[in-house]
């Protein structure tokens, strides 16, 4: 398997769009990238760095994570701030970040950085959700690495990875946003759960961190293959083309010689991913 793109420092947020191609956040060096049809990159956001989850929003811009969560338009400057982080109170920022159905984003925060050096130990985080309306609540608590976010086909289960257990956890989805009790999706003993993208037959494909690929599993958690890739640190995964059979593999410098060795890589699919929905929550205040 041959990289389509490289040279990034800590590649992560893969999502796909139906006109830019792959997007896709440099947490090391900063900045939003679209990799076009002809295998180009462009800049789409410079700068911000820290961005470990992105989402469309149905109002012609991204919803991204870091230091808070806020809303960039495309083509335009400045941000709306969606949620803030609270270090005080042992939130210092986001990583991964989905939306469900009706467009409410669900964003894990950090009880401490897993890149940044901020003199922290260790700390576990919450999984929030911002509601269509603007307003935000915990949903679930105690995850000590938050990464990886998607639901089910039928919206009625939230797949969660918590790298730092080495697991994937799952969620019953409510239709008022709130989670059932947490159990047990899948747990691994090499490699850390990354980021996850959902197919429509209900597999979940897991980015394995350190584990050099991407493990597969079923709906009821049975590993069914793994995808192996060329870097060690493999840390997200999205479906995107036209017919959303190719898997977008991201990667970090970690594990290899040198530095911005993150590469992205594709693999083609026998069966199409799910395309998440656009967030659709509301747009009030800007910073």
Known sequence: ??????????????VWHTELGLLFSDVINGGVYHLDSQGRVH?????????GGMVLHSDEGVVVSGRNISYKRFGGDGSTLLLDRDPDN???????????????????????????????????????????DGSSRIVAEDVMLT???????????????????SHVVKYAARDNGDLGSKEIFAEFE????????VAEDGSVWIAMAG????????SSGERLEFVEIPLPMCTSVCFGDPDMKTLY???????????????????????????????????????
Request: proline content about 6%; overall charge neutral; hydrophobic content about 35%.
């Open 211 to 218: 584990g050099s690929g991407v493990s597969v599993h079923s």
């Open 43 to 51: 800049v789409v956001f410079p700068h911000r760095r820290g961005i």
């Open 1 to 14: 398997m041959k990289a389509i793109a490289d040279g990034y420092g800590l590649i992560e947020a893969p």
């Open 147 to 165: 990464n990886g976010l998607g639901f089910s086909p039928d919206g009625t289960t939230l797949y969660h990875s918590d790298s730092r257990r």
């Open 249 to 287: 593999i991201v990667t970090g410098s970690n594990g290899v010689e040198g530095g911005n060795r993150g590469a992205v890589f594709k693999y083609r699919t026998a069966t199409p991913g799910l395309k998440v929905p656009a967030a659709r929550v509301k747009l009030v205040d800007s910073e």
């Open 90 to 132: 042992g939130n210092v920022g986001y990583n991964d970040i989905t939306a469900d159905k009706l467009g409410r984003v669900y964003a894990g925060s950090l009880g401490s950085s897993p890149v940044f050096e901020d003199g922290r130990e260790p700390r576990a985080g919450d999984l929030y959700v911002i509601d269509l």
């Open 190 to 197: 090499m490699g850390a759960p990354d980021g996850l993208a």
